[in-house]
Structures are given as C-alpha cells and as structure tokens.
C-alpha cells in the first residue's frame, strides 16, 4: 500500500484523518446493521434474550484475531513496537477498570460504540451518555481523575508477569495465534447456526472484525512511510473521545482518531437513513430507566475504559486481536463486570415486582 502520494498532496495527519474516517464510516455501517454489541451478547449468555446478539459479537471476535494473527504471520504488519507491547501493560487498571467499565455499559444500557451507533441512528439518550463519556475520558485521560487512573493503574503491571505477550506466554510462534483465531471461527460459525442467525447479521458481525483489521494494516503501512514516527493502532473509541476534547481545547490535532469517530457517526447515520430506522428516542419513552442511571453508568464508562487502556473495541477486539494478555485480561473483566451488574439489577427487579423483567436491548 503506498500512501505516499497521499502524504505528500495533503500530509501525514491528515492521512491518517482520511483512513480514520474510512475505517469509522465501515466500522459504523457495519455496527448499525448487525447490531453488534458486548453488552447485549453479554446478557444473551445470561439468558436474556436469544443467542444472536452473541452469535454476532463472536463472529466479529473470531475474524479480528483470525485476520490480525494472519497479517502476522504472513509478515504484512509488525506489532512489536505498538503500545501494547514497548511498553509494560497495567493489569490492575484493566482489571478494575474492565469491571467498572462492564457496570457502567449494563447501567447505560450499550458500551461506547454501540451508545454511538444508537446516537447517530436518532437515540438521544446515546447522545447524552457519549457526552459523559466523553467528558469523564478527557478527565481521566488529562484531566482531573488522572492521579486516581495512575494510583490505581500502578498496583500490578504486565512486568511482573514476564510481558503482555500472550503467546510468548505459552511458548508458541506465530501459527499458534492463526490457531486459536481458526478455533473461534469455528466457534463462531458454530454459534451461528445454532442462532439461525441470517447471512448478513453474520457478516456484518465479521466485517467489523475486519474492519479491526483493515486498521492495523493501514496505520503500519502509515507508520513505514510518515516522516514523523508513529505507532501501529486500530479501532478504539474511548481514547478518541478523550483525545478529540483534548482537541476541543487547543491540544493537539486532527488524525486517525478524529477520523474514526467521525467516520462511525456519519457510517451509522446512513445506514439507519437507509434502513428506515432512523428514529428518534428519548428518555420520555415507556420502560425507559432514569436519566441517572444512563449518567452513572457512562461516568463508569468514561473512567474504566482510560483504566483499562481501550473499551469492548480498543482492548477488546483492537488489542484482542494480537493477543496482547491486558487486553484479553481487561475484556473478561468487562463482561464480568457486565454480568455481576445485569445480576444486581435482575434481583432488584425481582424484590421490587417479583419476577426479573426481560429489559430490551437499548
């Protein structure tokens, strides 16, 4: 891939700012379309609803570690100098802030890419909670929750545990990563057929891991050909939120990051124009939980993703796919910290009315 043109006829920032937004607006069509969601596979495995949320958001698993672990081991990208591996990793901040993150997301009833897919599809509930989000990152990101996130984030780091390499771990190469990548596809295809889950739910679920991908791919060939060193990365949406308030108060400029939340809003937007469904929802809605609720559970949201180092997609499936052991360590903990939430509210429900009510998805 030879972005050098580009470079030279708008510059490395703005490059990156135009990939960003091609892998946000695919990130974000996709999203829209197949439904994916941690939270809401997370609770399909409680026995919330059916097994499709979780058929959908495995499929997207499987292919990002499945594609990532194949550019590997065919040599089209390098990881070793990313932030998941130069430098130690917090364990403790992608424990504890994994399951405040989990709480916050079962609280605000989707995580942050999901809140804005809903937000661009007309739910202005999601609109609200990404702006908590998004003001609890920058706070914990620069701000004034910085000395909590450090004091927390430097109790136990990947140091201690000899690195955040989870195949340097087990002591395997490269082709055991495109192993356990073909398992969870077929997992996931297995899954899927249990689910009766439709083609395009199951590709749409796929593309986005994909799309993680696509990500790597496309900020390594960037990092060999920018003057400016930069690091490999994909897909995140709670740093981008941090770093685009960062943005909003003089610090910085525009790249990838920028890109991939404009590109997912406008990707999501269209999609649900397209679809028929855009709608607008309000908290005015029957069934509807309180305005705090969402606004505690994206000040959660906001401060355990920056703990944690990313959310369902930065940890989960951007530092999932390469294995790096923070990353896989900070998502069980986000779906730990998901189901203990979804488990104290179904008992709340229970000793208010009796019988724990189905809660639909958003």
Request: proline share 2%; hydrophobic share 55%.
């Amino acid at each position: 891939m030879d972005l050098v043109p580009l470079i030279d006829l708008i510059g490395e920032p703005q490059t990156a700012l135009v990939g960003g937004l091609a892998l946000g607006l695919a990130f974000g069509v996709f999203a829209q379309r197949s439904r994916f969601c941690t939270r809401s596979a997370v609770l399909a495995a409680m026995g919330d609803s059916d097994i499709k949320p979780l058929a959908t958001w495995t499929a997207g698993f499987a292919a990002a570690i499945l594609a990532v672990q194949w550019l590997l081991f065919a040599d089209q990208i390098d990881v070793a100098e990313t932030r998941f591996f130069s430098t130690a990793q917090s364990l403790s901040g992608a424990i504890i802030g994994g399951l405040v993150f989990g709480i916050g997301m079962v609280l605000a009833r989707g995580c942050v890419s999901r809140l804005m897919v809903l937000g661009a599809s007309g739910n202005l509930r999601g609109v609200f909670s990404i702006a908590i989000v998004a003001l609890t990152a920058l706070a914990t990101y620069s701000g004034l929750l910085v000395p909590l996130r450090d004091l927390i984030g430097g109790v136990w780091s990947t140091a201690a545990i000899g690195g955040n390499d989870l195949l340097a771990h087990l002591g395997a190469g490269q082709s055991t990563g495109l192993a356990i990548g073909g398992v969870l596809t077929a997992i996931a295809l297995g899954l899927a057929l249990k689910a009766k889950l439709s083609l395009w739910r199951l590709f749409g679920g796929a593309a986005i891991g994909l799309t993680v991908a696509v990500g790597w791919y496309f900020t390594w060939q960037l990092s060999t050909q920018v003057f400016e060193p930069i690091q490999a990365e994909s897909l995140s949406f709670i740093r981008p939120l941090a770093t685009t308030g960062e943005l909003a108060l003089g610090n910085g400029f525009a790249g990838l990051d920028q890109g991939v939340l404009i590109g997912a809003v406008l990707g999501a937007f269209l999609a649900a124009l397209v679809s028929g469904e855009f709608r607008i929802a309000t908290f005015a809605e029957p069934g509807t939980p309180s305005i705090w609720r969402y606004a505690a559970g994206s000040v959660l949201m906001g401060f355990g993703g920056i703990l944690a180092v990313g959310c369902t997609i930065g940890a989960g499936l951007t530092g999932g796919s390469v294995l790096a052991v923070s990353s896989l360590v900070g998502l069980a903990s986000m779906m730990a910290g998901a189901a203990l939430a979804r488990f104290a509210l179904r008992a709340s429900e229970t000793q208010q009315s009796g019988s724990a009510s189905i809660v639909p998805a958003e």
